[in-house]
């Protein structure tokens, strides 16, 4: 195997996901609907459009596309967007991979930990546990059905439910320390099945390379945590005051609207199966992770 195609390759996670495939010898591509100086070809979903020649070319498949769920607030009309750009997506993969010559030996799609529902309590959910019935839950259940239908095309598939992303560049950690003071979200007691970027991005190239990897795996670290928590070590890595009185869950409910469900809610998530499966995570530990992204 030593081509690989990427969908949302331009995000945080797969820039660096192309970085380590790259220095490992794999010529990478993007789909994209702009292709520039990356190695890309084109494609467009709303279009329905596809390179057909990108599958042609490809070893392997890695699916990261999808409007971000955090981006904007939910209003119907982007409800409609986060779940078409995900189930749109995967069909055009699948009608392109469907009439292909030479088929990819393995698609690996991203999902999410959504997938369990906005708050499971303390109870430690895995891959068994049964879907949540909120609207991100479902969003994550059609998505993961349009990518079992991949699957019966014989191909190697892999559903990494992730996690909140940790990383220096954005995402969870710099909203969570935009304001001058660090604060839990409500009462903080909700728990954040987290995973620094380094070890997603690895663990993706490890169902590349991992040939008897197969199925759904959750991508999060072994050892989630509260809200409070991860509030207080990243305030203090980063250096901000931490006030343990937690930002007011009403006025989270008033900025964000049916979105703040995300953040007030939360979800203690098992990583035993996919280190049964012989992957190592090199940043297993709250501290230590959060310690590296703001070294």
């Not at 970027?197 to 390379?209: H, K, P, T």
């Given at each position: 195997m030593k081509n690989i195609l990427i969908t949302g390759g331009s995000g945080l996670i797969g820039k660096r996901i192309t970085q380590l495939l790259e220095q490992k010898g794999y010529e990478v591509a993007w789909l994209s609907r702009s292709p520039q100086s990356q190695k890309s070809f084109l494609w467009d979903v709303a279009k329905k459009q596809l390179d057909q020649e990108s599958i042609e070319w490809a070893d392997g498949i890695i699916h990261l596309a999808g409007a971000g769920v955090a981006d904007k607030r939910w209003t119907d009309d982007r409800k409609k967007e986060i779940l078409d750009s995900r189930t749109h997506s995967t069909q055009l993969l699948y009608d392109g991979i469907a009439k292909a010559v030479s088929k990819p030996d393995v698609f690996i799609s991203a999902s999410a930990v959504g997938y369990y529902g906005f708050n499971t309590g303390t109870a430690l959910v895995d891959e068994t546990s049964k879907a949540g019935n909120d609207f991100l839950a479902q969003v994550v259940v059609a998505w993961e059905n349009e990518v079992k239908k991949i699957e019966e095309l014989h191909l190697r598939t892999v559903l990494l439910r992730i996690g909140?992303?940790?990383?220096a560049q954005g995402g969870a950690l710099g909203e969570m320390l935009k304001p001058p003071v660090a604060a839990p979200l409500g009462k903080g007691d909700q728990w954040m099945s987290w995973i620094h970027?380094?070890?997603?991005?690895?663990?993706?190239?490890?169902?590349?390379?991992k040939t008897t990897l197969q199925g759904i795996y959750n991508a999060v670290a072994p050892s989630p945590a509260t809200n409070y928590h991860l509030t207080k070590v990243a305030a203090k890595a980063k250096g901000k005051p931490f006030v343990g009185i937690g930002v007011p869950g009403f006025g989270l409910k008033l900025i964000l609207g049916e979105m703040a469900a995300m953040v007030l809610g939360g979800n203690r998530v098992s990583a035993h199966k996919i280190q049964k499966a012989g992957f190592e995570f090199e940043f297993p530990v709250l501290e230590g992770a959060v310690k590296e992204i703001f070294s």
């Open positions: 909140i992303v940790l990383d970027i380094e070890d997603l991005a690895n663990l993706f190239v490890y169902a590349v390379e």
